[in-house]
T-cell receptor, first 115, second 116 residues
Framework: AQKVTQAQTEISVVEKEDVTLDCVYE???????LFWYKQPPSGELVFLIR??????QNEISGRYSWNFQKSTSSFNFTITASQVVDSAVYFC????????????FGTGTSLTVIP | DSGVTQTPKHLITATGQRVTLRCSPR?????VYWYQQSLDQGLQFLIQ???????AKGNILERFSAQQFPDLHSELNLSSLELGDSALYFC???????????????FGAGSRLTVL
């Protein structure tokens, strides 16, 4: 079964603090892909990153970084020096080779950055 | 602009009515997905089409139906609407070459449906 768990429903941080959004997944596929999407208050879903199961190298993009650990089935997302514009709902998703490109989304984490 | 176009952006209707939501995928994308996002249920996958054919079905009610036309645009039909159908309906598209799972979903801005 494919499943994505985002245990943190809501997080509030003060501007400039670092924050980590957790994502734990379950899959029986040996090849799979993990994604993060951002949904700002305006409502659209914006793609942030895709990572395949064979690439455990962490990735950094500006203030964003992602930590993929197969050993713990986690794909966590850290925002460094958070800004008010980071306030959004963040979704983690999983797609596997045996699921015909089906995406399984977590329930999302609502991040509020307080100025 | 993601390249995925959804109309209408907002729709208010009454219980028992029928509505049609429309989606034009990003140029070159062959697959269209429909998702429902309500406050208490997160993003629920409804249905996927690939090049005109139904590819996968999720938690889509029998009152709902969809299709993808030869020009690749898709329509989601919602009938006998109930209060609980009020939600944000997203369309997403992807290229989908094979079934590798690697394809990124590009989402439209959504259609917000309010059933009164």
């Amino acid at each position: 079964a494919q499943k994505v768990t985002q245990a943190q429903t809501e997080i509030s941080v003060v501007e400039k603090e670092d924050v980590t959004l957790d994502c734990v997944y379950e899959t029986r596929d040996t090849t799979y892909y993990l994604f993060w999407y951002k949904q700002p208050p305006s409502g659209e879903l914006v793609f942030l990153i895709r990572r395949n199961s064979f690439d455990e190298q962490n990735e950094i993009s500006g203030r964003y970084s992602w930590n993929f650990q197969k050993s713990t089935s986690s794909f966590n997302f850290t925002i460094t020096a958070s800004q008010v514009v980071d306030s959004a709902v963040y979704f983690c998703a999983l797609s596997g080779t045996n699921t015909g490109n089906q995406f399984y989304f977590g329930t999302g984490t609502s991040l509020t950055v307080i100025p | 602009d993601s390249g995925v176009t959804q109309t209408p952006k907002h729709l208010i209707t009454a219980t028992g009515q029928r509505v049609t939501l429309r989606c034009s995928p990003r140029s070159g994308d062959l697959s269209v997905y429909w998702y429902q996002q309500s406050l208490d249920q997160g993003l629920q996958f409804l249905i996927q089409y690939y090049n005109g054919e139904e590819r996968a079905k999720g938690n889509i009610l029998e009152r709902f139906s969809a299709q993808q036309f030869p020009d690749l645009h898709s329509e989601l039909n919602l009938s006998s609407l109930e209060l609980g159908d009020s939600a944000l309906y997203f369309c997403a598209s992807s290229v989908v070459r094979g079934s590798s799972g690697a394809n990124v979903l590009t989402f439209g801005a959504g259609s917000r449906l309010t059933v009164l």
